[in-house]
Each structure stands twice: as structure tokens, then as C-alpha cells.
């Protein structure tokens, strides 16, 4: 799994780049009630919002870490946004996307360099 | 947060895992390890216990040592029946300014001998120099600064705090009583914002932790912030000041105007003789132009304060605006509240808030969200 700055993690599965968020991140945000995904085939640029999630506290953007294609969002979170409390780096996946080059996830941070970023 | 003032818990908040953030001037809990959302439902579910000893606490003391001439002269500031409200009794009332806007919202007693007032945080010296400025020949003005407020709120309130302080149970839905715990006076109010029945306590500052740690030691209680206190209090339908009302906005486009009793209204024993009461008085008789309603979003994206609100889903000038608004999580629905044009505002109306650049429908419905559970 890789890192963003913006507390997203990464990992493929096959020629696919899976998205959710940190755990520290949805500890951040607090109780999710809504999440707002965007729809399949969209064509996404690095660095465009892509997931719009409401906390309890206010809302936030998910940006799309790297350009490609939103190919499978995760229905589950519009009926249990919770889901992003209780497991944000499994079944709390956001998006699916179809990439280039999967590789381009190895440009980013590791687990190490992201708890040091954290702490 | 190195200029922000601190309650007397302060450091029970931090021991207590709160995360602190900056409100009204003072470091404030927002939340504690549980989350808002847990906060919230076990608040309705069993008890919550929340410090608002932010809260300005001030005593109206009258000079002729006779209650009703500070209960007149209080009436000069609100549109509300002071006199009418009987020893060990408190109401709800409404600071106004002479073109009939609300410089604040507060909760006042009669305690027997003087008016005990709680007022809100941010609003609280202004309150004071306020009250000063205009009570002066009649009352004392008293800010009291050496007790914290101490509320707790929820359907076991009720036998928690009777068994550390006998008779809270015997009080009523905005009762007053002087009660004792551990040789301590305390001053409690059946009362809250947050829509349950409960209590908030008014303890001598050097006791306060001891009161909090005792309150907190029994099954039921536990801390909760601000986040929830918000939730709570806008799924009760209540306003927040600042927000919901304030210097622009009447008591009645605030859908406030059950708050003025009919010895103020025209017509009653003491109509008007309060700053705005032409504009209050005329609003009250004709209606106003706008008014504060509650909206319910047909969808689950919350409706947070300052998103616009259109009659129809395309085109158009905005009409409104929503004042308050996020998830209820006992409804577990996005909640709101705002202000809409008087033609708007029947009950089942449709209209539109924008939700980053969607318009989204919402339906204008009655407040409360949730039945309130006073014990009255």
C-alpha cells in the first residue's frame, strides 16, 4: 500500500488503482454521514476532486492521486457511509481506477514515510 | 490557542481525551474519544455531561430589595412577560435592539430575592455592559465569575443528579431550586439545548472537577462536546445565536414569537415598552416577510450553514439561506434550518439548496425535528 500526502493509501489489483483514505484521516474527520462518489467513466486528472465526504464536522474533497478512469465506485458507502470509520483502508474503498501505468503508485510514499509524516 | 481563555475543566477535558478548539474566545472540548456521533445518541439514549461554564452567569440584583421593580426594569430589554415568571421559575427571553434585530438569546430565573440570567458566551460582555447600561438605576448587575455551568442532559439526567444532590427529581421542566451536594450549594434549572430533559448546575468554581467527577463516575454519564451539543440542539430546533439569529433578524422572523407572552403583545397588560416593539408588535399582527423554518433534505448530503436556497431547481435568484444545518443522527438524516419568504414557508414545500453547484430538493417542515422529552 502507498500514501499521499493528502492521506489517501493505493494499491493495485491487477491493472487497477484501488483509493480510499487513511485511517488517521478518517479518525481527522470524524464520523462520515455522507459520501458523494463520482461516477464510472469518468476521466479524472491528477489532483481532481473526485469524492466529496461529509463528516459530522464538514465536508471534505477525495482527490484523484493519479489521471485515469473511475472504472468501479463503492456503492456500499452512499447506503453506510460509517463504513469509512470502521474500516477505511478495506472495505471503505472509494474508487477503482484505470491507469496507464499501475507502476506510477511507486512514486509515492510508503508506510514508513507516511506515519513519520503523521507523527 | 495561546489567547483563548479556559473553563475551570480544562484539564479534565484533556484528561478526558477531548479535542480542544477555539469557540466564543474560550479552548472548548469539540468532542472526546466516543465522536460526536456516539456523543450525541447516548446523550439521547442515557446522559451527557457538558461544561458551558463558558456561559455568561450574571444576577440581576434589585435596589428597593423588591424582585418585580428588577423584573420591570428587565422588560424594557425583552419582549417577554418577566413579571409573570413566579419564584423558582425561569423562561426563555430575547435581548432586542430599537429596529427590533436580537442582540442575544438567554434563559433568566426568578431566584426568590434577585433574576439569575444565562446568557451566551460570545455575546456575554456586551450582554453585561448592555444590562449595565440600561439597569442601572433599578438593579445591581452581577456577572458572576467564580461558578462554572456544568449541563447534564438526557433521559437518566433525572435520576443521576438526585442521587448526589436530593430533590432534582422533584423539579419540573424549567423549575430553579437551590440544592445541596456534599455540603455545596448548587443552583440548578430543569433545563438544556439540547431537546432532552436534564439539568444545568451552576457550582462554585473550587468545586466544579470534584461535581463533574462525580456526575461522571456514575454508569451513565459521559462527556460530551460541542460537536454534539450542536446536533442535539438543531435537531431540537433550537438556534444558535449568531447563526440562526441575530442583529438581523426579529424574534418573530426567527420563529421566536411563542417566546413574547401575551402581557407584552398588543392589546395585552403591558404591550410594547421594548426596543423594537413597532416592528415586533407590527410583525407579530401581519406576519413577516421571512421566516425561520425547518428544512429536511430529500437526499442524505447535508445542508451545512451559508448554502443557498431557490424555489425552483434551475434558474431564478437565491431566496434564502440555510443558518444551521448538518446530519441528525437520531434521524439519521441531514438536518437544517434556515430563512424562506413568508409564501414559501407552509409545511411539505418544496425547495432547492445548492450543494457545490447541485441544487438539491429540500422540504420545509416543522420544528422540532424530534419530539422533545421535557418533563413538564
Redesign the interface.
Given at each position: 500500500m502507498k500514501y499521499t500526502e493528502e492521506h489517501e493509501w493505493l494499491r493495485t489489483e491487477g491493472d487497477l488503482v484501488v483509493v480510499g483514505i487513511t485511517e488517521h484521516a478518517a479518525t481527522q474527520l470524524?464520523?462520515v454521514?455522507?459520501v458523494?462518489l463520482p461516477d464510472t467513466g469518468t476521466e479524472v486528472a491528477a489532483g481532481d476532486e473526485a469524492v466529496?465526504i461529509?463528516s459530522?464536522?464538514?465536508?471534505s474533497d477525495i482527490l484523484a492521486p493519479v489521471a485515469g478512469e473511475i472504472v468501479e465506485v463503492n456503492a456500499a458507502l452512499?447506503d453506510n457511509?460509517?463504513l469509512v470509520?470502521e474500516d477505511p483502508t478495506g472495505a471503505a474503498w472509494f474508487f477503482k481506477m484505470k491507469v496507464a501505468d499501475p507502476s506510477v503508485i511507486d512514486g509515492f510514499m510508503d508506510e514508513a514515510a507516511y506515519k513519520a509524516m503523521i507523527d | 490557542m495561546a489567547d483563548l481563555k479556559r473553563t475551570v475543566l480544562h484539564d479534565l477535558h484533556l484528561e478526558l481525551g477531548a479535542r480542544m478548539v477555539p469557540f466564543a474566545g474560550y479552548e472548548m472540548p469539540?468532542?472526546y474519544p466516543m465522536?460526536?456521533?456516539?456523543e450525541h445518541l447516548h446523550t439521547r439514549a442515557a446522559a451527557g455531561l457538558f461544561d458551558v461554564s463558558h456561559m455568561g452567569q450574571v444576577i440581576l440584583r434589585p435596589l428597593s430589595g423588591r424582585l418585580q421593580d428588577a423584573a420591570a426594569a428587565f422588560e424594557t430589554l425583552m419582549p417577554v412577560d418577566v413579571l409573570g415568571v413566579k419564584p423558582g421559575r425561569q423562561r426563555y427571553g430575547l435581548l432586542t435592539a430599537p429596529d427590533g434585530g436580537i442582540l442575544d438569546d438567554l434563559m433568566f430565573a426568578n431566584r426568590g430575592d434577585h433574576l439569575f440570567v444565562v446568557v451566551n458566551a460570545a455575546c456575554k460582555d456586551d450582554d453585561i455592559a448592555h444590562l449595565r447600561a440600561h439597569l442601572t438605576g433599578a438593579c445591581a448587575v452581577e456577572e458572576i465569575t467564580d461558578r462554572a455551568l456544568i449541563a447534564l442532559q438526557g433521559p437518566t439526567a433525572e435520576a443521576v443528579l438526585e442521587a448526589l444532590a436530593p430533590g432534582a427529581a422533584a423539579m419540573r421542566f424549567m423549575d430553579v431550586a437551590t440544592l445541596t451536594w456534599e455540603g455545596t450549594e448548587i443552583w440548578v434549572s430543569r433545563s438544556g439545548y439540547t431537546g432532552e430533559d436534564g439539568f444545568e448546575i451552576s457550582v462554585p468554581q473550587d468545586r466544579a472537577e470534584a461535581f463533574a467527577r462525580a456526575l461522571l463516575a456514575q454508569e451513565p454519564v459521559v462527556p460530551v462536546g460541542l460537536?454534539a451539543r450542536d446536533?442535539l440542539r438543531l435537531e431540537a430546533g433550537l438556534c444558535l445565536y449568531g447563526h440562526d439569529i441575530d442583529r438581523g433578524t426579529s424574534p418573530v422572523e426567527g420563529a421566536l414569537g411563542w417566546a413574547i407572552q401575551k402581557a407584552r403583545r398588543a392589546g395585552g397588560a403591558r404591550e410594547g415598552g421594548f426596543p423594537g416593539a413597532a416592528r415586533i408588535l407590527t410583525e407579530l399582527a401581519e406576519g413577516p416577510a421571512r421566516l425561520r423554518v425547518g428544512l429536511l433534505p430529500e437526499g442524505?448530503?447535508?445542508m451545512?450553514e451559508g448554502v443557498e436556497l431557490f424555489a425552483a431547481p434551475e434558474g431564478g435568484a437565491a431566496i434564502g439561506r440555510v443558518t444551521s444545518g448538518?446530519?441528525g443522527?437520531s434521524l439519521g438524516a441531514?438536518v437544517a434550518m434556515g430563512y424562506l419568504p413568508a409564501e414559501l414557508c407552509r409545511k411539505d414545500t418544496i425547495v432547492y439548496g445548492d450543494v457545490?453547484g447541485r441544487r438539491l430538493p429540500v422540504r420545509v417542515t416543522d420544528m422540532p425535528f424530534r419530539p422533545a422529552t421535557y418533563k413538564r
Open positions: 470524524g464520523d454521514v455522507f458523494e466529496v461529509e459530522v464536522k464538514a465536508a452512499a457511509p460509517g470509520n | 469539540v468532542q465522536g460526536v456521533l456516539k460537536g446536533s442524505r448530503a447535508p451545512r448538518g446530519f443522527p441531514p457545490r
